[in-house]
């Protein structure tokens, strides 16, 4: 039970840095990357960006879940 939230943290983990790095920040970010730079700019947040949000958030919640879980595990010997 440890070692499979061990693991899976770290492979969050991961995921969770990706994709805040394919965020858009000040320059392009992932809609630019495949070439919808202007369009994007104008039209404000596209498809792929609020589905880049949704993917950032749920592997946030679940990172935070699997953190508590195996603080729990670890804390109570279940």
Known sequence: MILAL????VVLSLL???S???HK???????SLFGGG?????????VAE???DRL???TTVLWLVALIALNL??????
Not at 25 to 31: D, H, I, N, T
Not at 38 to 46: A, H, K, R, V, W
Request: hydrophobic fraction near 45%.
């Open 6 to 9: 061990q693991i899976a943290i």
């Open 38 to 46: 202007m369009q994007s700019n104008l039209s404000g947040s596209t």
């Open 50 to 52: 609020k589905n880049l």
């Open 20 to 22: 805040v790095l394919l």
């Open 25 to 31: 920040g000040k320059g392009g970010g992932l809609s």
């Open 73 to 78: 595990v670890l804390r109570f010997n279940l």
């Open 56 to 58: 950032t958030i749920i």
């Open 16 to 18: 969770m840095g990706l």
